[in-house]
């Protein structure tokens, strides 16, 4: 059984050894290469996200010149494996079990990239080269909403609300029957969570056109009071609404793997629409950006080996790969059967 991750920087491995990247400010990468070992004959699909350093952000001269290179690797790399469109859906349902993984691309974070309401025109430019998932904040450094960190109690923006109106507008523009856009929540702080989630409960048919994920990172319970966006309040508002969460197996999310499970026990005791269960949790490994991975939980092969035989057949299957497959699939234009059969 492999695993469906919901975000990793895998280009991030190549951080010592490319022009790319400011190689000074990824000198703790190289202490956690293991983290990918194995990664792509142990995953199905990753989300392959685009992401650099604050600081190597602000050296970029042109940002988005940057991303596009940034994007450029990951064509490259993931040539014929990328989920772009429903014929790619197709060939990735075809593959053997023992085949390569397939990636689906992200962005980590808007935070160099939206500074403005012009910078939203190139959103559709992103949308047609097969990004799929808009995580909207990183850090502090933000203008579309605070970020899960000390200080920062801003909520959603004006510009991140048009931000979210703009990716609804391009799903609009593609149809039922097309790819569309996933909004991911990872890094907004508890207000803008909030609001985040308000603007989905005020029109209930966005979530017929937007996905919604909180791709990786931790949740707030009674014995873990962190910084996080997933207060427990924002946790029973997500649930209700099919978000999919990701859980990130390291530090600084959880200490060990007994907390890790503790935390797919508490999400799963919140109703996901309506039903208590464990559907709608995923696993977002982080790996890479993790400061440090758990024990039995260092890569992708005993991850899901610790999966495998710490929950139930069925849970563990749905947790390494069934509820984020349905998520990340859609987003590649695989059409659910209530919209195929026409259904509002």
């Known amino acids: 059984m ?7 920087n895998w280009a991030l491995q190549y951080a010592g050894e490319t022009c790319q990247y400011d190689a000074a400010a990824y000198a703790d990468v190289g202490t956690r290469l293991d983290q990918v070992e194995g990664y792509l004959t142990g995953t199905g699909i990753a989300v392959l996200t685009c992401g650099r350093r ?70 559709p430019g992103l949308f047609r ?68 989630l308000a603007w989905f409960e005020s029109d209930r048919t966005r979530l017929h056109r937007l996905l919604l994920v909180r791709s990786h990172g931790t949740i707030e319970t009674p014995r873990r009071p962190v910084v996080t966006g997933l207060s427990a309040e924002n946790l029973r508002r997500f649930r209700a609404l099919g978000g999919v969460v990701g859980l990130s197996p390291g530090l600084p999310f ?28 995923g696993i977002g490994t982080d790996f890479l950006n993790l400061e440090q991975s758990l024990p039995h939980l260092a890569n992708v092969s005993r991850l899901t080996e610790w999966l ?24 590649a234009g695989e059409v659910p059967s209530h919209l195929r059969r026409g259904h509002p």
């Open 2 to 8: 492999r695993l469906i991750d919901l975000h990793c």
């Open 54 to 123: 604050a600081g190597d952000w602000t050296q970029q001269p042109d940002a988005w010149k940057t991303l596009g290179e940034m994007i450029a690797r990951y064509e490259a790399e993931f040539s014929g494996r990328l989920l772009i469109g429903p014929d790619d859906v197709t060939r990735w349902n075809a593959e053997p079990p023992d085949g390569i993984g397939w990636g689906i691309l992200g962005i980590e974070g808007f935070d160099a990239l939206v500074r403005a309401p012009d910078d939203l025109d190139r959103l």
């Open 129 to 196: 080269r097969g990004v799929r998932v808009f995580q909207l904040v990183e850090t502090e450094a933000s203008a579309l909403g605070g970020a899960a960190v000390p200080g920062d109690d801003r909520g959603l923006t004006e510009l991140g609300r048009a931000f979210l109106d703009r990716l609804d507008g391009l799903s609009r523009a593609c149809g039922p029957s097309e790819p569309c856009p996933v909004v991911d929540l990872a890094d907004l702080n508890s207000r803008a969570t909030a609001e985040v």
């Open 254 to 281: 959880f200490d060990s793997p007994e907390e890790f499970r503790d935390g797919i026990e508490a999400i799963a005791a919140v109703p996901f629409r309506g039903l208590a269960g464990y559907m709608g949790i």
């Open 308 to 331: 495998a035989a710490n929950f139930p057949p069925d849970v563990a299957a749905s947790l390494i790969c069934g509820n984020a497959r349905k998520h990340l699939i859609r987003a």
